[in-house]
Nanobody, 123 residues
Framework: VQLQACGGGLVQVGGSLRLSCAAS????????LGWFRQAPGKEREFVAHLSRSGGSISYADSVKGRFTISRDNAKKMGYLQMNNLKPEDTAVYYC?????????????????WGQGTEVTVSS
Protein backbone atom coordinates (compact mmCIF):
# COMPACT_ATOMS: atom_id res chain seq x y z
CA VAL A 1 0.00 0.00 0.00
CA GLN A 2 1.17 3.54 -0.74
CA LEU A 3 0.42 6.39 1.66
CA GLN A 4 0.27 10.11 0.99
CA ALA A 5 0.02 12.51 3.92
CA CYS A 6 -1.06 16.11 3.58
CA GLY A 7 -2.68 18.94 5.49
CA GLY A 8 0.26 20.36 7.38
CA GLY A 9 1.02 24.03 7.60
CA LEU A 10 1.72 27.00 9.82
CA VAL A 11 -0.72 27.61 12.65
CA GLN A 12 -0.74 29.74 15.78
CA VAL A 13 -0.78 28.36 19.29
CA GLY A 14 -4.23 27.13 20.15
CA GLY A 15 -5.16 26.61 16.54
CA SER A 16 -6.23 23.46 14.72
CA LEU A 17 -5.18 21.43 11.72
CA ARG A 18 -6.52 18.30 10.13
CA LEU A 19 -4.01 15.96 8.56
CA SER A 20 -5.09 13.48 5.93
CA CYS A 21 -3.53 10.22 4.79
CA ALA A 22 -4.60 8.82 1.43
CA ALA A 23 -3.96 5.13 0.81
CA SER A 24 -3.71 3.41 -2.53
CA UNK A 25 -2.65 0.08 -3.93
CA UNK A 26 -4.02 -2.10 -1.17
CA UNK A 27 -7.05 -3.05 0.89
CA UNK A 28 -6.94 -0.23 3.41
CA UNK A 29 -9.40 -1.92 5.75
CA UNK A 30 -6.82 -4.66 6.41
CA UNK A 31 -4.32 -2.18 7.83
CA UNK A 32 -3.87 -0.62 11.22
CA LEU A 33 -3.25 3.12 10.91
CA GLY A 34 -0.69 5.10 12.84
CA TRP A 35 0.49 8.68 13.04
CA PHE A 36 4.01 9.57 14.11
CA ARG A 37 5.97 12.78 14.23
CA GLN A 38 9.57 13.84 14.17
CA ALA A 39 10.73 17.17 15.49
CA PRO A 40 14.08 18.67 14.44
CA GLY A 41 16.93 16.89 16.15
CA LYS A 42 14.67 14.31 17.73
CA GLU A 43 13.69 10.74 17.03
CA ARG A 44 10.41 9.87 15.39
CA GLU A 45 7.75 9.33 18.02
CA PHE A 46 4.35 7.72 18.23
CA VAL A 47 1.31 10.00 18.16
CA ALA A 48 -1.77 7.86 17.61
CA HIS A 49 -2.96 4.44 16.49
CA LEU A 50 -6.28 3.23 15.14
CA SER A 51 -7.05 -0.41 14.50
CA ARG A 52 -8.27 -1.49 11.11
CA SER A 53 -11.86 -1.80 12.34
CA GLY A 54 -11.70 1.40 14.33
CA GLY A 55 -12.38 -0.43 17.57
CA SER A 56 -9.01 0.17 19.22
CA ILE A 57 -7.44 3.61 19.63
CA SER A 58 -4.25 4.68 21.37
CA TYR A 59 -2.68 8.10 21.87
CA ALA A 60 0.59 9.39 23.16
CA ASP A 61 0.08 11.07 26.52
CA SER A 62 1.27 14.37 25.07
CA VAL A 63 -1.67 14.57 22.64
CA LYS A 64 -4.50 12.95 24.60
CA GLY A 65 -7.56 15.16 24.69
CA ARG A 66 -6.29 17.34 21.85
CA PHE A 67 -5.78 15.01 18.89
CA THR A 68 -8.28 12.63 17.33
CA ILE A 69 -7.41 9.85 14.92
CA SER A 70 -10.04 8.53 12.53
CA ARG A 71 -10.41 6.68 9.27
CA ASP A 72 -12.81 6.11 6.42
CA ASN A 73 -12.10 2.68 4.99
CA ALA A 74 -14.50 3.16 2.09
CA LYS A 75 -12.54 6.22 0.97
CA LYS A 76 -9.17 4.71 1.94
CA MET A 77 -8.44 7.74 4.06
CA GLY A 78 -6.97 8.30 7.50
CA TYR A 79 -7.12 11.52 9.48
CA LEU A 80 -5.55 13.23 12.44
CA GLN A 81 -7.53 16.14 13.85
CA MET A 82 -5.24 18.31 15.94
CA ASN A 83 -6.75 20.92 18.25
CA ASN A 84 -5.28 23.31 20.78
CA LEU A 85 -1.89 23.05 19.12
CA LYS A 86 1.22 23.90 21.08
CA PRO A 87 4.73 24.88 19.96
CA GLU A 88 5.98 21.44 21.02
CA ASP A 89 3.68 19.89 18.41
CA THR A 90 5.92 21.35 15.70
CA ALA A 91 7.24 18.43 13.67
CA VAL A 92 6.97 16.51 10.45
CA TYR A 93 3.99 14.18 10.74
CA TYR A 94 3.91 10.78 9.12
CA CYS A 95 1.11 8.31 8.60
CA UNK A 96 1.91 4.63 8.63
CA UNK A 97 0.12 1.35 8.08
CA UNK A 98 0.52 -2.30 8.98
CA UNK A 99 -1.66 -5.28 8.03
CA UNK A 100 -2.52 -6.41 11.54
CA UNK A 101 -5.31 -6.61 14.07
CA UNK A 102 -2.90 -5.77 16.86
CA UNK A 103 -2.30 -2.41 18.51
CA UNK A 104 0.99 -1.08 17.18
CA UNK A 105 2.69 1.97 18.63
CA UNK A 106 6.36 1.77 17.67
CA UNK A 107 8.04 2.85 14.46
CA UNK A 108 9.53 -0.59 13.87
CA UNK A 109 6.08 -2.17 13.91
CA UNK A 110 4.89 -0.40 10.80
CA UNK A 111 5.57 -1.63 7.28
CA UNK A 112 4.35 1.29 5.15
CA TRP A 113 4.99 5.02 5.54
CA GLY A 114 3.81 8.21 3.92
CA GLN A 115 6.24 10.96 2.99
CA GLY A 116 5.43 13.30 5.87
CA THR A 117 3.72 16.66 6.15
CA GLU A 118 5.19 19.53 8.12
CA VAL A 119 3.35 21.21 10.97
CA THR A 120 4.67 24.41 12.50
CA VAL A 121 3.01 25.95 15.54
CA SER A 122 4.03 29.53 16.19
CA SER A 123 3.77 31.27 19.54
Amino acid sequence: VQLQACGGGLVQVGGSLRLSCAASGGTFSRFALGWFRQAPGKEREFVAHLSRSGGSISYADSVKGRFTISRDNAKKMGYLQMNNLKPEDTAVYYCAAKPTILTVTTTTDYDYWGQGTEVTVSS
